[in-house]
């Protein structure tokens, strides 16, 4: 921590308060709390007048670095802008309780079910359940319905899922998660799945495959269709990671895609606030055959038109969350996609897949491209031979750009590209925002060569410079010692 900067223990000074609270007036409780379980001596907080303890906040948010400050270009994040109007509109929501009779909330239901139908002829699937709270939640549900499916066909002995070493990081986990053996499966030179690695992997133990599409190289997958054939005729189910539809909405659907299961991030493409570990929402799609083992409870209609919670499903993989979901996530994601329509939502994604195609074709010659083809909507790119010769890694260009007032993009992810720079621009910026980044980025390149050290010093305008990333991940003190 830079010297200038004090925290909040620092400036601490016995006796002063922020507040003046009156005398009571009621009589104090007494608790009956076991001396065991008492604390012996009294906390140890910080001791402030009402300024300083302003001050502090105000400069807290101040250093906080989001989409409302800044370009934020975090690549297979989808950090775009989120609208005001969908944060105004989900507090309208907030008297509503979870366990209101039906009755009560019909609509809140109307809204859960419209959002489902929406989602599912946004992705060509049957049905949709809301409930997952997150991408990487979204993906073990989903799993679940393959492994659900195969052992209600008594198809014991699937238990294979493969993974292409191009997908996120989440899908190995979630399949190990769901109780699966992961096979990981090679890329091909171009990028895509290596179709023979594929059948070479496929046999009567694959349970299924799960697609990152487009994939964490930024890469449409040219040979879809034939990944489809080649696992269903294997017996295997197909899972699409649908955290990048961004990149393809209202362009291509998975479900016409031949893929059986799939999850999307509402915090990602539909425009939800996220970081700082949520709240987020990861529906899941299934095709027909999968509907059975949805998990409940879901939203049914009875013979008088009425909307209740239909709990009576006996092949449901379950409750998988309680209550029905991030319900307010689900509204402002509800208002994002009622507000653009149709048109705007494909309009979204073009602008999404052109935008990263200008920043690539911008920064072509001043960095490097490994997969130089269009891409979608991210670009993977590294720093040049010359640039690491000068001592000037991934790491370093990110610190540098953090000085210009940028969010850096993702940095050595995907991990089968050495150094990469994964960069998502997302459609919510202008072309100057874009031309301002690009001449970041070719300003840092050009500092390689007049000044590395400078960039090896950066970032010098936060509160701490460099942190030993090691020690902090594997030591973390995540309290402040006085
Ligand atoms: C973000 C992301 C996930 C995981 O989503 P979380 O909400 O962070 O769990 C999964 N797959 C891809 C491709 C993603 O970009």
């Given at each position: 921590?830079?010297?200038e900067?004090?925290l909040?223990?620092?400036r601490?000074?016995e006796?002063r308060?922020?507040?003046?609270?009156?005398?009571?007036?009621?009589?104090s409780?007494?608790?009956?709390?076991?001396?065991?379980?008492?604390?012996?001596?009294?906390l140890k907080?910080?001791e402030?007048?009402?300024?300083?303890?302003?001050?502090?906040?105000?400069?807290l948010?101040?250093?906080?670095?989001?989409v409302?400050?800044g370009?934020?270009?975090?690549?297979?994040?989808?950090?775009k802008?989120n609208?005001?109007?969908?944060?105004?509109?989900a507090p309208?929501f907030?008297?509503v309780?979870?366990?209101?009779?039906?009755?009560?909330?019909?609509?809140?239901?109307?809204?859960?079910r419209d959002?489902?139908?929406?989602?599912?002829?946004i992705?060509?699937?049957?049905?949709?359940?809301?409930?997952?709270?997150?991408?990487?939640?979204?993906?073990?549900?989903?799993?679940m319905?393959?492994?659900?499916?195969?052992?209600h066909?008594g198809?014991?002995?699937?238990?294979?899922?493969i993974v292409p070493?191009?997908?996120?990081?989440?899908?190995?986990?979630?399949a190990?998660?769901?109780?699966?053996k992961?096979?990981?499966?090679?890329s091909?030179?171009?990028?895509g799945?290596?179709l023979?690695?594929?059948?070479e992997?496929?046999?009567?133990?694959?349970?299924?495959?799960?697609l990152?599409?487009?994939s964490?190289?930024?890469?449409f997958e040219?040979n879809?269709?034939?990944?489809?054939?080649?696992?269903?005729?294997a017996?295997?189910?197909?899972?699409y990671?649908?955290?990048?539809l961004n990149?393809?909405?209202?362009i291509v659907?998975?479900g016409d895609?031949?893929?059986d299961?799939?999850?999307?991030?509402?915090?990602?493409?539909?425009?939800?606030p996220?970081?700082?570990?949520?709240?987020?929402?990861?529906p899941?799609?299934?095709?027909?055959?999968?509907?059975p083992?949805?998990?409940?409870?879901?939203?049914a209609?009875?013979?008088d038109?009425?909307?209740f919670?239909?709990?009576?499903?006996p092949?449901?993989i379950?409750?998988?969350?309680?209550?029905y979901g991030?319900f307010?996530?689900?509204?402002?994601?509800?208002?994002?996609i009622?507000s653009?329509?149709?048109?705007?939502?494909?309009?979204?994604?073009e602008?999404?897949v052109?935008?990263?195609?200008?920043?690539?074709?911008?920064?072509?010659?001043?960095?490097d491209?490994?997969?130089?083809?269009i891409?979608?909507?991210?670009?993977?790119?590294?720093?040049?031979?010359d640039m690491m010769a000068?001592?000037?890694?991934t790491?370093?260009?990110?610190?540098?750009?953090?000085?210009?007032?940028?969010?850096?993009?993702?940095?050595?992810?995907?991990?089968?590209?050495?150094?990469?720079m994964?960069?998502e621009?997302?459609?919510?910026?202008s072309?100057?925002?874009l031309?301002?980044?690009?001449?970041?980025?070719?300003?840092?390149?050009?500092?390689v060569?007049?000044?590395?050290?400078?960039?090896h010093?950066?970032?010098?305008?936060?509160?701490?410079?460099?942190?030993?990333e090691?020690t902090?991940a594997r030591?973390?003190?995540?309290k402040?010692e006085?």
């Open positions: 921590m830079r010297s900067y004090k909040i223990f620092e601490s000074h006796g308060r922020a507040y003046d609270l009156p005398a009571c007036d009621v009589p409780a007494i608790l009956e709390i076991p001396d065991g379980m008492r604390a012996k001596e009294p907080l910080p402030l007048g009402e300024v300083d303890l302003v001050r502090h906040y105000t400069n948010s101040r250093r906080n670095f989001g409302d400050n370009f934020y270009p975090l690549g297979s994040c989808t950090m802008y609208p005001k109007i969908n944060e105004e509109l309208m907030d008297d309780h979870p366990l209101l009779d039906a009755e009560m909330c019909q609509g809140c239901l109307a809204l859960m959002m489902e139908g929406m989602l599912c002829e992705c060509g699937m049957d049905a949709f359940t809301l409930q997952p709270a997150a991408g990487a939640h979204g993906e073990l549900t989903g799993l319905h393959i492994r659900a499916y195969h052992e066909r198809d014991l002995e699937r238990k294979v899922m070493d191009a997908a996120h990081g989440t899908n190995p986990a979630s190990a998660m769901a109780g699966f992961v096979k990981e499966i090679k091909a030179p171009d990028g799945v290596d023979d690695a594929l059948r992997a496929v046999g009567p133990d694959t349970a299924g495959l799960m990152t599409n487009p964490t190289l930024g890469l040219r879809i269709k034939e990944i489809a054939k080649i696992v269903h005729e017996g295997g189910l197909l899972y990671d649908g955290a990048n990149a393809i909405m209202g659907r998975p895609m031949g893929f299961v799939m999850h999307i991030n509402l915090h990602k493409t539909f425009s939800t996220h970081g700082g570990g949520g709240p987020g929402s990861g899941v799609g299934v095709k027909k055959h999968l509907i083992f949805m998990p409940v409870p879901r939203i209609e009875n013979d038109g009425e909307l919670l239909d709990y009576d499903k092949e449901t379950g409750k998988i969350k309680s209550f991030n307010g996530v689900i509204v402002k994601a509800y208002c994002y009622r653009l329509g149709a048109k705007g939502l494909k309009e979204a994604s602008n999404a052109l935008n990263a195609n200008y920043i690539m074709n911008q920064l072509r010659g001043v960095y491209i490994p997969h130089d083809r891409c979608m909507h991210e670009c993977v790119v590294t720093p040049t031979e000068n001592g000037v890694h790491s370093d260009v990110a610190k540098a750009l953090i000085d210009r007032g940028y969010h850096p993009p993702t940095i050595y992810f995907p991990l089968i590209v050495h150094e990469a994964m960069i621009p997302t459609e919510s910026e072309v100057e925002t031309d301002e980044f690009v001449e970041a980025m070719k300003g840092i390149a050009d500092q060569k007049s000044d590395p050290a400078a960039i010093a950066a970032p010098v305008t936060t509160p701490v410079g460099r942190p030993d090691v902090a030591k973390p003190i995540v402040y006085w």
